[in-house]
């Protein structure tokens, strides 16, 4: 019990959560539109989707240097067991990725919507494994944000409807931007051990001088998109309904 405890956390729950709401989301903007008409479809880009963005999580955590302690006090048995357990998880994840992928494809879904899954596949690998690793090079929190916040939706939003809706464009920019000044807050509770065990991420990138005035400017940028959308054309009970489910 006491090694299988960091494996649930090396899973981030805090991720899988936002990604599973973010893919509601989706959903919920075709049911809008009077679209959300495959249940299966639904719970089998679910279930893709979650164990992509596990795998992604544990691989992150894999390939991180060995000399950074994986959870801080482990011994070098410790350590490795849990990277062999990782890696084994991570590989077993992807296998029933895979297996959703071909059951996706057999069941019959659109070009726009393989285009969006290969586009979550193509950026949760440039996240988490080398040499791109994202994760590490300051542009992670930026890769996360446009996955949770625009492709995870429009993958959804792609299965329910077999096209993308301009409905979604107004939703996800706004909420990239949100998402964004989400992660680099969380940056500021890491800080201490990030630029320890020299970690890239967004504040270490810019420098906190810099994360402050980013994160309001983010967060102005979005309710400011919001406000406009209306006048481009988007009417008032659309976002007074996305505003009330988004609370």
Do not use: C
Request: aromatic residues 12%; proline residues 6%.
């Amino acid at each position: 019990m006491i090694k299988l405890k960091p494996l649930l956390t090396f899973s981030n729950p805090l991720l899988l959560t936002l990604s599973a709401l973010t893919y509601t989301l989706g959903a919920g903007i075709a049911r809008y539109l009077g679209r959300a008409d495959s249940p299966l479809n639904f719970a089998l880009g679910f279930g893709w989707i979650l164990l992509l963005v596990l795998a992604m999580n544990l691989l992150t955590v894999y390939f991180r240097p060995h000399s950074e302690p994986l959870v801080g006090s482990e011994t070098i048995t410790g350590q490795n067991w849990l990277r062999a357990a990782l890696f084994q998880i991570s590989i077993a994840t992807l296998g029933i990725v895979a297996l959703l992928s071909v059951t996706l494809l057999q069941v019959g879904i659109s070009p726009p919507a393989i285009f969006y899954a290969a586009l979550n596949f193509v950026a949760a690998l440039l996240y988490a494994l080398p040499p791109f690793r994202l994760a590490t090079k300051g542009f992670g929190e930026l890769v996360l944000a446009v996955l949770v916040a625009l492709l995870i939706p429009a993958f959804s939003l792609s299965l329910q409807m077999g096209e993308i809706h301009r409905l979604l464009a107004a939703v996800a920019f706004p909420l990239v931007a949100l998402t964004l000044a989400f992660f680099l807050v969380l940056n500021f509770l890491t800080f201490g051990g990030d630029r320890k065990y020299e970690r890239g991420t967004l504040l270490r990138r810019i420098g906190w001088e810099r994360a402050i005035p980013l994160h309001h400017i983010l967060v102005l940028t979005a309710y400011l998109l919001f406000a406009a959308m209306p006048q481009l054309g988007y009417p008032n009970i659309v976002f007074n309904t996305i505003g009330f489910h988004l609370m």
